[in-house]
């Protein structure tokens, strides 16, 4: 094994190499219908483990990613095998979550999962939170060994963790290009001992000598989905000339130092905070990047480089949002451009019945809502009005003893409930809030102001005696539906 690869410790009982072995393309190079051989393509995989990068990132979506690194385990032994599950949207029941698992750990040919990382399409469906559960019972159960997420903000980590859920990582899209966790998650996840996975690092490709003065590509003539994904991301942050300058100091220092124009974009985002490693993807029997990746390990970049690429990188615009918000609101910045190539519909997250008189009512479920005689949220003609609402879910708190929290999930329960009757989050038109403690005013604004800044409703923010000592903020809402 080479003693020049990097490697970090997710937790005190495993280690992963720096620089791991993404196994997305799996998907790409099978998009016509016919399935690699998982034992030719693990062939195509040994040398990364011979040459000390062991760790391989996939999902179970990504093709026969899953048998292929199960095959490359039987051949090789010592490696580290990371999954994804990204369930479709919807409920899904305890028994779902175990049949998920179990296919993964069947395709791996493993008794336990090493890590396994979550996606939620949507966070104003509570149920999510359900599957985080169900995966946290499976992991005591030895089932997996850690509990990562892939795609989530800074809010509903904060959501996640301060719930009780035991997270070691967020696989995030982090690079030159993309430097939104910069914003807040990197901070959050360095103060909740939490390591950044970064995918996109290289951005499809684009980070490299290949793309310096040519003319840029439009998305027909890309040949991968990696690429026309990241096209849309350069597009986002001002265009092909701003991305052509950024490229261009690149060079400059990459043959000050003898490395690639990639060796140092991925060197940047590693040395960054909470970031235990990076990403880079492979495609089995195809193209490998075994020495190109060791070079990582062979320079450091100084104080003067920094200041360059900082400077080179502010001239971009900011990729809109925060982390995984490519996924979930526009502009999606995905392959295809839209969410088509991933489920058909987001259902409704809550129950809704119909009145004689036109009115149409939207049930969360809570027992407060049996026993008080209420609706969650109520639509008459435009109107959509919401009932004061807590960090409840079924017989949960949400959000733990952090107000902030709280709030992020009672806010998502508003948007599920203007969602099921029609309504978007950006109709909502008043918010007041209830506080229990004066303290918390400030952490409770900074929320309201993470989610409502574009929205810009009226609100009122009131300290009052909240019924039941464990909910530190309460919520309602108001909005007028276009439709």
């Not at 795609?151 to 967020?170: C, K, M, P, Q, Y």
């Not at 939104?180 to 996840?189: E, N, S, V």
């Amino acid at each position: 094994m080479s003693l020049g690869v990097e490697r970090f410790s997710l937790a005190p009982d495993f280690e992963v190499s720096r620089v791991l072995t993404g196994l997305w393309q799996v998907a790409d190079m099978e998009r016509g219908g016919k399935a690699l051989n998982p034992d030719s393509a693990a062939d195509g995989l040994v040398r990364y483990v011979e040459a000390g990068f062991t760790s391989f990132d996939m999902a179970d979506h990504y093709g026969s990613a899953e048998l292929i690194a199960g095959a490359l385990r039987s051949k090789s032994g010592d490696v580290q095998l990371l999954t994804k599950w990204v369930p479709q949207p919807g409920p899904l029941t305890a028994g779902d979550v175990r049949a998920a698992v179990q296919l993964s750990l069947e395709r791996l040919g493993v008794e336990q999962i090493d890590l396994l990382q979550f996606h939620a399409w949507s966070y104003d469906d509570p149920r999510y939170l359900d599957c985080l559960f169900h995966l946290q019972e499976l992991r005591r159960e030895g089932l997996i060994r850690h509990l990562g997420l892939t795609n989530f903000d800074t809010a509903h980590l904060r959501v996640v963790v301060r719930s009780g859920i035991e997270i070691v990582s967020n696989q995030v899209s982090f690079s030159l290009i993309d430097r939104r966790p910069l914003a807040g998650l990197a901070q959050f996840c360095a103060q909740n001992d939490i390591k950044l996975l970064a995918y996109g690092t290289l951005a499809g490709g684009f980070l490299s000598e290949r793309f310096l003065d040519v003319r840029a590509p439009i998305q027909d003539e890309l040949e991968t989905w990696s690429l026309m994904k990241y096209r849309r991301f350069i597009d986002a942050a001002g265009g092909w000339n701003a991305f052509q300058s950024v490229l261009h100091v690149l060079q400059e220092i990459a043959k000050e130092l003898g490395v690639s124009i990639a060796n140092v974009a991925a060197r940047y985002i590693l040395d960054q905070p909470a970031v235990a490693g990076i990403i880079v993807g492979a495609r089995p029997g195809k193209s490998e990047h075994v020495r190109e990746n060791l070079r990582l390990f062979e320079f450091e970049l100084d104080d003067a480089s920094r200041r360059k690429i900082e400077t080179a990188v502010t001239q971009l615009d900011p990729i809109p949002g925060d982390s995984g918000d490519e996924y979930r609101r526009p502009p999606f910045l995905t392959a295809s451009g839209d969410l088509s190539h991933h489920f058909a519909a987001i259902p409704a997250p809550f129950e809704v019945r119909s009145a004689a008189d036109g009115r149409a009512f939207a049930l969360s479920g809570t027992v407060w809502e049996g026993l008080g005689g209420y609706c969650r949220a109520l639509r008459s003609g435009s109107r959509i009005l919401v009932s004061g609402t807590t960090a409840t879910h079924g017989d949960r708190l949400v959000g733990g003893t952090d107000p902030a929290a709280q709030l992020h999930f009672i806010i998502d329960k508003i948007e599920g409930a203007v969602r099921s009757l029609g309504g978007r989050f950006d109709e909502i038109v008043r918010t007041r809030i209830y506080v229990r403690n004066e303290r918390d005013w400030e952490a409770v604004t900074r929320a309201h102001g993470d989610r409502f800044r574009d929205v810009l409703p009226v609100n009122t923010l009131v300290r009052a005696h909240l019924v039941g000592h464990e909910y530190l903020v309460e919520m309602e809402a108001e909005a007028v539906a276009s439709q």
